[in-house]
């Protein structure tokens, strides 16, 4: 079982452009949340994805989005980046979407925004 | 809204010194608590939960935590310290619902263990 992956380890982008990242459950989750973690914070929820539709939002702005596929995986994707999105995303799954199934975490992708 | 404090951002203990990391919680009713542990360039690993009963939970690598209602805290602990313990530590709290699982962490604490 490879657990959750994430792609691409690390990325480079510059102000105003878009980024998509990717994330690949654990075999048998359906459930996908994204966090993003600022150097030096703990992580907060983006949002999560259940049954291909965003079932919960934190306290992001829209140009943050998601999706989520029918094999369960998902994607982030951030538009018209500023130097503030410069964060760790991790992607966690679980199965059914309730916090008494444990969330599992991918390595994150490292996004730099220059 | 549900918030999670952990007062100390960096602490520095001994090999084989025993270790107590604080939490304090913000949540409406009775949450569920988690321990995560995060190493240089790895995800998160869950050390431990709670749901409900015994307040002193039993988690992965000989650590324990206990949930005080009172207090609304659920600090780690570990008698022994090893080296290999070194990284950083979050506490979480999840709402009890079916509308999903957020959860909301705090800011972490950075354990260093001194030689």
């Known amino acids: 079982d490879a657990g959750v992956t994430q792609s691409p380890t690390h990325l480079i982008k510059t102000r105003g452009q878009q980024v998509t990242l990717r994330c690949s459950p654990k075999?048998?989750?359906?459930?996908v949340s994204w966090y993003q973690q600022a150097l030096g914070q703990g992580p907060q929820f983006i949002f999560q994805?259940?049954?291909?539709?965003?079932?919960q939002r934190g306290n992001f702005p829209d140009r943050f989005s998601g999706h989520q596929f029918p094999n369960y995986s998902s994607e982030l994707n951030v538009n018209a980046l500023l130097l503030g999105d410069s964060a760790l995303y991790l992607c966690?799954?679980?199965?059914?979407?309730?916090?008494?199934?444990?969330?599992?975490f991918g390595p994150g992708t490292r996004l730099t925004v220059l | 809204a549900q918030s999670v404090t952990q007062p100390d951002i960096h602490i520095t203990v001994s090999e084989g010194a025993s270790l107590e990391l604080r939490c304090n919680y913000s949540?409406?009713?009775?949450?569920?608590l988690f321990w995560y542990v995060q190493s240089p360039g790895q995800g998160l690993q869950l050390l431990l939960k709670?749901?409900?009963?015994?307040?002193l939970v039993q988690g992965i690598k000989g650590f324990e935590a206990e949930f005080k209602r009172s207090q609304s805290s659920f600090n780690l602990r570990k008698p022994s310290v090893h080296w290999s313990d070194a990284a950083e530590y979050f506490c979480?709290?999840?709402?009890?619902?079916?509308?999903?699982?957020?959860?909301?962490f705090g800011g972490g604490t950075r354990l260093m263990v001194k030689p």
């Open positions: 966690a799954s679980s199965f059914g979407g309730s916090s008494y199934n444990e969330q599992f």
């Open positions: 075999s048998g989750h359906d459930t």
């Open positions: 994805y259940y049954e291909e539709e965003e079932r």
């Open positions: 949540y409406g009713a009775t949450p569920y």
């Open positions: 709670y749901f409900s009963g015994d307040t």
């Open positions: 979480a709290v999840g709402g009890r619902n079916n509308a999903g699982n957020m959860l909301t």
